[in-house]
């Protein structure tokens, strides 16, 4: 079963909207990270944020904030004001306490930002 | 600099071709992955080394064959590859395989199997 599900294959939004990118996650650990990856056209996949399953503070950095909740296994991104640069695909992870570092990726988001 | 290089960039082959694809990192990290990513799947992690050593080697055909000589350099060795072999071979690295530590990643080789 997969562990990250990622169900927005693509986006796509006009410049200066909010977007909203959804992650939802399945694990039987207590202890476990969650990640944002963002992988531009040049294959890079570029580290974003971790959270840790003991904190579910939301957290903002500049135009992007992301939504932890427990309750619903979700681990949602918004980017505020988005612009062409934010166009990329995204990468939601999760590595559990139980399998050491090994990362268990979503398929991913494309999203477009249209000038 | 990039804190994880790889090269070539692209890479085209025969399925009867020896070649190897490199990741170098910079970062001073000791545990090293090799992914693939295939369109409209997730990333697949292939193989683990954590201080040189293999620690994982996820059920990958032995056509692809690991090298680690040292914690900064990693290789991938591609030899009779087939055609659904083609895809994005992301390199990335961590401090160590300590649970929650940021992998990252490298810029990948695209390879396409003729």
């Known amino acids: 079963a997969q562990k990250v599900t990622q169900a927005q294959t693509e986006i796509s939004v006009v410049e200066k909207e909010d977007v909203t990118l959804d992650c939802v996650y399945e694990?039987?650990?207590?202890?476990?990270?969650l990640f944002w990856y963002k992988q531009p056209p040049s294959g890079e996949l570029v580290f974003l944020i971790r959270?840790?399953?003991?904190?579910?503070q939301n957290e903002i950095s500049g135009r992007y904030s992301w939504n932890f909740q427990k309750s619903t296994s979700s681990f949602n991104f918004t980017i505020t004001a988005s612009q062409v640069v934010d166009s990329a695909v995204y990468f939601c992870?999760?590595?559990?306490?139980?399998?050491?570092?090994?990362?268990?990726f979503g398929t991913g988001t494309s999203l477009t930002v249209i000038p | 600099e990039t804190g994880v290089t790889q090269t070539p960039r692209h890479l085209v082959m025969g399925m009867t071709n020896k070649k190897s694809l490199k990741c170098e990192q910079h970062?001073?990290?000791?545990?090293m992955y090799w992914y693939k990513q295939s369109a409209k799947k997730p990333l697949e992690l292939m193989f683990v080394?954590?201080?040189?050593?293999?620690?994982e080697n996820n059920s990958v055909p032995s056509r692809f064959s690991p090298e680690c000589p040292n914690s900064s350099h990693l290789f991938l060795h591609l030899h009779t590859l087939q055609p659904e072999d083609s895809a994005l071979y992301l390199c990335?690295?961590?401090?160590?395989?300590?649970?929650?530590?940021?992998?990252?990643f490298g810029d990948g080789t695209r390879l396409s199997i003729l």
């Open positions: 990335a690295s961590s401090q160590d395989r300590g649970h929650g530590q940021p992998q990252h």
């Open positions: 694990t039987r650990d207590t202890t476990y990270y």
């Open positions: 959270r840790n399953s003991f904190d579910e």
């Open positions: 992870a999760l590595s559990e306490a139980s399998t050491g570092n090994q990362f268990y």
């Open positions: 970062l001073g990290h000791n545990a």
């Open positions: 080394y954590n201080f040189k050593e293999q620690t």
